[in-house]
């Protein structure tokens, strides 16, 4: 059983992170017993990812029609902050040593940005955001080398299923409570855990950004909706695949798999499997 710990920020406590939070039990393989909320520091730094248990279920992913069964898995309880992607970015924890051209860092770790995305948004305590579907898959990699356990994205029905715990999408009032979109937003992201969190515990999984994950096609998209989206257009089943204009005016060639400048509304979360 994994024991329940306090999230650890380099930057300090992220405003009203555990508004409307639930705690949540579930079975996490044979003999583990009921598994329990836990946050996962990243070694060499005081940064912290909490990750909360989803109960096995089954779900019919919107773009896929066929009913599945998923987890049971531990989900992030909100999108991925700035204060651990910069860690991977910028090696913060080896002391700032980043890829060189190389060894193994030189294809684990992304270049440097050319400017910060979203970068009006506020940095500690938001969520990361422009990252290729490849950054988010290369975190995961690293943080599952880093702790030995195994971290990656949710697939679609996976993130549906945590996104729905059990109940219909919110709206309305509940919609507002739940989510940062084009009604509440100011056209930016907020800190992440400031609405309330479904009956999982989780939280963001609509508005905020986007969340890449892998697609009942195999091909990546985006779920959920962001701070830009009207509420009609904010769901769980919500999808979105990239497009040119999320990277136009990346002025490299070929285009950077690490970033999409022109898509400041698109993040993740991650799952770690059993």
């Known amino acids: 059983m994994v024991g329940v710990a306090s999230l650890l920020l380099c930057a300090g406590a992220v405003e009203g992170q555990h508004a409307g939070h639930a705690t949540a039990s579930t079975q996490l393989g044979p003999g583990s017993g009921a598994a329990e909320a836990y946050t996962e520091t990243i070694s060499g730094t005081t940064v ?3 990750m909360v248990p989803v109960p096995a279920g089954r779900v019919k992913a919107a773009a896929g029609g066929q009913e599945v069964a998923v987890g049971p898995f531990w989900i992030a309880r909100t999108e991925l902050l700035w204060d651990a992607y910069d860690v991977w970015v910028f090696g913060m924890d080896q002391g700032g040593q980043i890829a060189t051209g190389k060894g193994e860092d030189a294809v684990s770790r992304p270049s440097k940005p050319y400017l910060l995305p979203g970068q009006s948004f506020g940095h500690a305590g938001r969520p990361a955001l ?3 579907f490849h950054g988010a898959e290369q975190f995961a990699r690293w943080l599952s080398e880093k702790t030995g356990k195994k971290y990656r994205l949710p697939t679609e029905a996976e993130w549906e299923h945590a996104c729905r715990a059990g109940a219909a999408d919110p709206m309305g009032a509940a919609l507002t409570d739940a989510a940062w979109f084009w009604d509440n937003s100011d056209e930016k992201t907020h800190a992440p855990g400031s609405r309330k969190a479904n009956g999982f515990g989780v939280a963001d999984m609509l508005g905020n950004v ?15 909706g962001s701070y830009l989206e009207e509420a009609k257009d904010l769901s769980c ?10 990277n136009a005016t990346d002025p490299q060639l070929p285009k950077s798999r690490w970033w999409l400048p022109d898509a400041p509304f698109v993040g993740f979360r991650l799952l770690r499997e059993p």
């Not at 089943?237 to 040119?244: C, P, S, Y």
């Open 48 to 50: 912290g990812i909490e």
């Open 237 to 246: 089943g919500a999808r979105l695949k990239q497009t040119v204009a999320w």
């Open 210 to 224: 986007a969340e890449w994950v892998a697609g009942v096609d195999g091909e990546p998209v985006v779920k959920g």
């Open 130 to 132: 422009a990252m290729t």
